[in-house]
């Protein structure tokens, strides 16, 4: 054997040598990357007195540790051909690592992003966060896509037949989820009209009423005041008239309808009353929203009044409702005006 058969192996081994070589310094680089983003940037943001850039730092800091250890593995595998299989295997599993960490990545980003621009919105242009959910929830579907795709293209996966087929596959399947799209559809049309919004108090068509608890893609979800979790379909939402208490502003007017016996002083009624939601603590005392008193009928048996006030929160409504009715009751009782009860007077003529 002579030096020709040795210079092979010796240039294969000094070839494995400088792949090390590569992969330490990159390891060495993705180090000094570490303690540059803890030590330098990590001060930096802590120094403002905002917390969105401390959890910028937070979620881009180990993406680009691995970012930058998956770039040595591709320059150390580029200096010489690898062996079957490991050329397509070694750099396909580094870029599909790459484009894992950083689409998952991008996903924390664009949450906690809308998560600052809910709160900024809400405070100037008052647009609910059940919009920024549906475009969290979207933006989220196309990352995913569009991960998927560039992982099948690091592969060599040729996506041209996917394509050929996907204009009777599309059909197909729009005719198998027409449902899904209507309820889609039908959610987009709920979040551009602004019918209401998570926590709003509203009441179906159908007479149910309740607190909404979720704005879904394809259904809303309402639980009522007998903790009953309701699950409508977006599209029924959408071509159905909904009541929203909570809109535009958060009070509702409650009305209490008053029968006093005839004889009675409407003056002094109207005070006494006005005077019971004077002293309830869940009437509201805002400007603008007085309590009123209106003579509204003089009816068979009784002067019909009606007691018009307001509660701060919808979900108030019946406890105000029974707390002013026993107020009212034991006031007039102390005043000593009769309620009536619904009576008729028979006369027999000879």
């Known amino acids: 054997m002579n030096i020709n058969d040795w210079l092979p192996v010796f240039t294969q081994h000094d070839i494995i040598i ?11 680089l993705a180090k000094a990357v570490d303690i540059f983003i803890n030590r330098v940037l990590g001060r930096l ?3 403002s007195k905002m917390e969105f850039d401390d959890e910028i730092l937070g979620i881009i800091h180990s993406p680009i540790y691995w970012t930058v250890f998956c770039l040595g593995i591709l320059h150390a595998g580029s200096i010489a051909p690898l062996p079957p299989p490991w050329e397509i295997v070694l750099p396909g599993a580094a870029k599909s690592v790459i484009v894992v960490i950083w689409s998952v990545t991008a996903l924390k980003i664009i949450q906690l992003t809308l998560r600052q621009k809910t709160l900024e919105t809400l405070l100037r242009r008052r647009i609910p966060a059940t919009a920024f959910n549906i475009i969290t929830k979207i933006l989220r579907i196309f990352l ?5 795709a560039w992982l099948l293209g690091v592969w060599q996966v040729d996506l041209t037949p996917f394509f050929a087929s996907a204009g009777i596959a599309g ?12 309820n889609f559809f039908g959610g987009l049309s709920i979040f551009m009209d602004n019918i209401f919004k998570e926590g709003d108090y509203i009441v179906l068509d159908s007479g149910e009423r309740g607190e909404v608890m979720e704005v879904g893609m394809r259904s809303t979800r309402i639980k009522t005041r007998d903790d009953i979790l309701i699950t409508i379909p977006n599209s029924i939402l959408a071509n159905t008239k909904v009541i929203n208490e909570s809109a535009p502003i958060p009070r509702f007017r409650i009305k209490i309808p008053v029968g006093v016996a005839y004889g009675s002083n409407p003056e002094v009624v109207g005070e006494l009353l006005l005077g019971v939601a004077a002293r309830s603590s869940l009437v509201s005392k805002a400007p603008g929203v007085e309590s009123r008193v209106r003579f509204r009928s003089m009816g068979p048996s009784s002067l019909d009044f009606e007691l018009l006030c307001w509660v701060d929160d919808p979900r108030d409504k019946g406890k105000a409702a029974h707390k ?7 006031a007039l009782t102390e005043a000593g005006i009769s309620i009536p009860f619904p009576q008729m007077d028979v006369h027999i003529i000879n």
């Open 18 to 28: 400088k792949r090390f070589i590569i992969l330490a310094c990159y390891a060495l």
């Open 45 to 47: 943001v802590r120094l």
């Open 144 to 148: 995913i896509i569009l991960a998927i």
């Open 171 to 182: 059909i197909a399947v729009a005719m198998a989820a027409k449902d899904s799209l209507a």
């Open 324 to 330: 002013l009715l026993t107020a009212i009751y034991q």
